[in-house]
């Protein structure tokens, strides 16, 4: 049970990360452009 709460938790903030920095490169293209 902990482990998959874990898991949960993990999955939770590598996606945060993944789309947070994904939001980050939009705004950074966008100043470029």
């Known amino acids: 049970?902990?482990?998959i709460q874990n898991?949960?938790?993990s999955c939770k903030t590598f996606f945060?990360?993944?789309f947070?920095?994904?939001e980050v490169l939009k705004q950074?293209?966008?100043r470029s452009i």
């Open 16 to 18: 945060y990360l993944f």
């Open 7 to 9: 898991l949960k938790k």
């Open 20 to 22: 947070s920095s994904i």
């Open 28 to 30: 950074t293209k966008r």
């Open 1 to 3: 049970m902990d482990f």
